[in-house]
């Protein structure tokens, strides 16, 4: 089993940067994915940024990607996002995820995540 634990959602300015972070608990370390995902009321969950292998290989959705980066502090147990040009349309609920990486993952698919944080709220004005 792993909990994660999310922090740091806000409500920021639009161009404004924001991180925010993920505790894992439990036992994360079989958590070979760990994985951001955002959602606004009416819409599918989204994939915005994965964390595979202990960072060998990252991906982004193509909406943040360059704005967005993904990293994990390994000693903490904590995975981060650090959001930087914030646009309104980045405002959502960000959950974080975890699972166990194999061959022909789809870091995007939230079917194949099996540990879910409640969430942290961000919010973006113009």
């Known amino acids: 089993q792993v909990q994660l634990v999310e922090s740091g959602g806000n409500s920021v300015q639009a161009g404004g940067a924001l991180r925010v972070a993920c505790v894992a608990s439990g036992d994360a370390a079989s958590s070979t994915v760990m994985a951001w995902f955002r959602q606004t009321p009416g819409k599918e969950r989204e994939g915005v940024a994965a964390?595979?292998?202990?960072?060998?290989?990252?991906y982004y959705a193509d909406s943040v990607r360059g704005r967005f980066t993904i990293s994990r502090d390994s000693a903490k147990n904590t995975l981060y996002l650090q959001m930087n040009s914030l646009k309104p349309e980045d405002s959502a609920i960000y959950y974080c995820?975890?699972?166990?990486?194999?061959?022909?993952?789809?870091?995007?698919?939230?079917?194949?995540?099996?540990?879910w944080g409640q969430g942290t709220q961000v919010t973006v004005s113009s």
């Open positions: 964390f595979i292998h202990g960072g060998v290989t990252t």
């Open positions: 995820a975890a699972s166990s990486w194999r061959s022909g993952f789809d870091w995007a698919n939230q079917e194949l995540y099996h540990y």
